[in-house]
């Protein structure tokens, strides 16, 4: 299959995507990424001065993942172009426009981070991810760590099972009694987020799945100051980051870990959904 892809901004997942894309003979168009020497002199990639330049040939267009950090501009790190999200839908009309949490800009754009295929695959990047930080920001080896894992997702369940794998004592804390059961028949200890408090005094590590404020500055108050927090979670986060730091507890905000610990990767599962979304929009 070979098509005609404007690539428009993006992080260094996305320049590998281009450059797979290239691979595979299509032709790609880019803009916003002229700050990478990845892409120069690289057969079927043509680096575009304009936006206009870039979309007005191609048939699928690609944005970032995430398509914004502050809703006015796309996010575009390999440039110094400030590309306005209002300009690239502008660009976009009667084309696809595919790219990730883009649903509240564009409700006709296809949201990339919505396809259950590269939910799943991204989990992974992101569970061995959440391992890299604890392992980098930790003086001790996981061995033997006592670990809480707020929330029992697709992210709490294959991190604890990497976990576990490490020899690290896991506990899950979850609301629903159907998630206290599978918890439970993995043989993991299990605790009521809801009773979080002086519990937490127990953990050497607490990672953060859920995308809402469980520890604030009440809880807090039980966690130990040598203990690591990670906050997996994506904005609001789930962690109180101020409280944190004034109590002196180390804190990492650990967001789009697939993209920053595995961009080749994840630029193939990128590249795998997007053409498994092509023969989807072709079949109807």
Request: proline share 3%; aromatic share 6%.
């Amino acid at each position: 299959m070979t098509d005609t892809f404007a690539i428009i901004g993006g992080d260094l997942r996305i320049i590998k995507l281009a450059n797979k894309l290239a691979k595979d003979k299509n032709i790609v168009y880019t803009y916003g990424l002229e700050e990478t020497e990845e892409l120069k002199n690289v057969p079927n990639i043509i680096s575009c001065r304009t936006l206009e330049d870039a979309t007005k040939e191609a048939k699928i267009i690609i944005g970032p993942i995430p398509f914004s950090k502050d809703g006015i501009y796309i996010n575009s790190p390999f440039s110094k172009e400030n590309i306005l999200i209002q300009d690239l839908i502008n660009a976009s009309k009667q084309k696809k426009l595919i790219a990730g949490n883009i649903k509240q800009y564009e409700k006709n754009a296809i949201d990339i981070m919505e396809q259950e295929e590269l939910t799943i695959l991204n989990v992974i990047a992101t569970a061995e991810g959440a391992i890299e930080v604890a392992i980098t920001n930790t003086e001790k080896i996981l061995h033997g760590s006592n670990v809480l894992i707020i929330g029992f997702g697709r992210i709490g369940k294959i991190l604890s099972k990497k976990l576990e794998g490490l020899s690290c004592r896991v506990t899950c804390s979850a609301r629903k009694k159907e998630d206290f059961a599978w918890i439970k028949s993995y043989g993991y200890e299990c605790i009521d987020t809801n009773l979080l408090g002086e519990n937490l005094s127990q953990f050497d590590i607490i990672i953060n799945t859920v995308p809402h404020l469980i520890l604030d500055k009440k809880r807090l108050e039980y966690v130990k100051k040598d203990s690591l927090l990670i906050d997996l979670a994506s904005k609001p986060g789930g962690i109180d980051l101020e409280n944190a730091k004034e109590r002196g507890i180390k804190t990492v905000w650990a967001l789009a870990l697939p993209g920053k610990v595995a961009p080749e990767t994840s630029a193939e599962f990128i590249k795998d959904t997007i053409y498994n979304i092509l023969k989807i929009n072709i079949a109807n």
